[in-house]
């Protein structure tokens, strides 16, 4: 076990400094595996005071990742039509699926008058054109795919918080394996959940997009702490095993609107950067775009949104080199 010891500069004493996803460019996408929302500048260009940087690992990325904004519309913004009986189980659907999860978007499609005629399981290009219709109409990114912002336009996307890994509040001054003090949302040790199939090994963090949990893992496979977070509503948080590649302390937006604290950043596209942060600040009057007690939810367009002792703890834990791994 590694002995106890504690950052001596905290969020507290940064103040209205950041770390950051820095933004410079927006993008609406309702669809995994395409931009989506606020796009991120080179982070390393715009970052107030930066660590050791390290070449990013390639991750086979084919898509860029998406930036934090906090200001785009979330799932109960999107004003969906009347639920059908049916929930689609594909994270994304296209041209040439098939299937019962296709049955169930024409269902929705000729439900809401997007698409005429009878269902027939294939995802044809009268289905696409019915798709872009309906993203037309609705403001979404217009692709002609179905992934989570269309599908929960259409009330046919799955139930996410059942899915989510939650555990009790720890109590007043409980502190990690390493000595640092656990926010609401995160545990240590034995009392941490199990950690996900197929997360690797060795010292690593493990992100679970569907749980909205991370898990800082030792050499020795012990769970030194576990959190809950706010990841992205996109598929942009690539599955796979990543590694930190730079850290940034202090930042700001490229919009001027928006501070992020204690940046450690794991995914680097040709656009933009994805990592973890603190909970995002708003620069007008320094408040929060979301609570703590909102962790757990999908809210942020790319990067992973902590508690700040959360943050603290991952910024002492994640050195640039550290794996990332992604499930």
Known sequence: ???SHRRTTTLAGLGTIAVACVLVAIFRSNDFGS?????????????????????PVDSSATNPGSADSGTLPGPGD???VTPTQCTIRARSLRVGDSGDDVLCLQRSLIEA??????????YDNATVGAVKKLQTERNLFID?????????????????????VRTPKPAPGAVDLWGYPLSSVATSGPDAPPLPPDSG???????????????????????????LVSGSKYDNELPGIHRVYSRSESSVAGDGESYFNLMVRWLKTSDD?????ALPIKVADNSLYQTEAELGQRLSVGCQRQANLDAEFTWEFAQVGTPVVVV
Request: glycine share 8%.
């Open 78 to 80: 999107l004003d969906p």
């Open 35 to 55: 931009p989506s929302a606020e796009a991120d500048e080179d982070p390393m260009t715009m970052a107030v005071s930066t660590t050791t940087v390290a070449d």
């Open 273 to 277: 950067a994805i990592g973890f942060h």
């Open 113 to 122: 008058s997007y698409l005429t005629g009878a269902p027939s399981g294939v």
């Open 201 to 227: 090994s060795g010292r690593r963090l493990v992100y679970q997009r569907a749980g909205q949990r991370v898990w800082a893992v030792d050499e020795n496979e012990v769970v030194i702490r576990s959190w």
């Open 1 to 3: 076990m590694q002995t």
């Open 144 to 164: 002609g795919l179905t992934g989570r912002e269309t599908a929960l336009s259409l009330g046919i996307w799955p139930e996410e918080i059942s899915l989510v």
